[in-house]
């Protein structure tokens, strides 16, 4: 099942919730974070917030205490599980950031199952404060992509993927799954043969709904976690029949090559 890479993005779609407002939130500090919502990008937003956490004596500990009480879907960590213990290369492309997704899939035990985490860094400074920057530099350079925020556009980031993957020389399949609009953009990029799992009445569940042609890959929608492992399991299984269909039909028809047809008789001669 080599042949499969699995797409996750994180805030609710691994948990169930926005990783960004559950820490504000369960600090207490929502009101503040609504006051100054609408004077700057979301990325710059949660970089301050942290500055007036830690201005305000709340200390990492605190943060990473919260982090672990992150609510999640109880059926989604054994579908992790299981798409790894099949074979498939798992990733993360999330508009979160490197600490509080760390820390949440350690806590869970999950880290070793994901080769790659994209999302906007983050680290603890010499003063004991969280700092998060953009994963790509705004401030410098836009990426261009109208449909996405200033900080990330997760189609390019699958464009990447695409690109080392055609490198390789290999044939690989994506199964993306997302829900917010976000993820919409990197739906728009995946190939035939792919498959998008939008999570339903979700934002991204509603741009493709507007005109799914759009869309290539092969549309599953999902709402809750048991609904996400069940189908997802389902994916990786048809794929893993397709490949061996393939594989079948490649060994069948090579063998009908390499084996030369009987020799026929040779003719009677008749005496004259």
């Known amino acids: 099942m080599a042949g ?4 996750f993005d994180f805030d609710k779609t691994i948990i169930d919730c926005d990783s960004d407002n559950w820490v504000v939130d369960e600090l207490g500090f929502t009101d503040l974070f609504n006051q100054l919502f609408p004077t700057m990008p979301w990325n710059s937003l949660m970089d301050r917030m942290m500055k007036e956490l830690h201005e305000h004596g709340k ?31 798992l990733r993360i492309i999330s508009d979160a950031n490197t600490f509080f997704i760390e820390t ?44 996405c925020p200033p900080n990330m556009c997760k189609s390019q980031i699958i464009e990447k993927i695409q690109a080392a993957i055609s490198t390789e020389g290999k044939k690989k399949r994506m199964i993306y799954l997302g829900d917010g609009a976000g993820d919409y953009c990197p739906s728009l990029k995946l190939n035939e043969g792919d498959f998008v799992m939008p999570r339903k009445n979700f934002p991204v569940w509603d741009l493709i709904c507007q005109n799914p042609m759009l869309i290539k890959a092969k549309i599953h929608e999902w709402s809750d976690g048991a609904e996400l492992e069940k189908i997802l399991l389902s994916l990786i299984e048809t794929i893993s029949m ?11 028809n090579l063998a009908s090559v390499s084996v030369p047809p009987p020799a026929l008789p040779k003719a009677f001669q008749v005496p004259v």
Not at 4 to 7: A, F, M
Not at 66 to 84: D, F, G, N, Q, Y
Not at 242 to 252: N, P, R, T
């Open 4 to 7: 499969i890479i699995v797409v």
């Open 59 to 89: 200390t990492m500990e605190e943060i990473v205490e919260v982090l672990k009480r992150t609510p999640i879907h109880p059926r989604v960590v054994p579908a992790i599980k299981a798409a790894h213990a099949l074979g498939c290369e």
């Open 104 to 147: 949440i899939l350690e806590h869970l035990g999950l880290r070793e199952y994901f080769s790659q985490i994209n999302t906007n860094p983050s680290f603890v400074d010499e003063e004991g404060r969280l700092r998060i920057f953009p994963f790509h530099d705004f401030r410098n350079s836009s990426h261009g992509c109208p449909r």
């Open 242 to 252: 397709q490949e061996k269909a393939s594989l079948l039909a490649a060994d069948y």
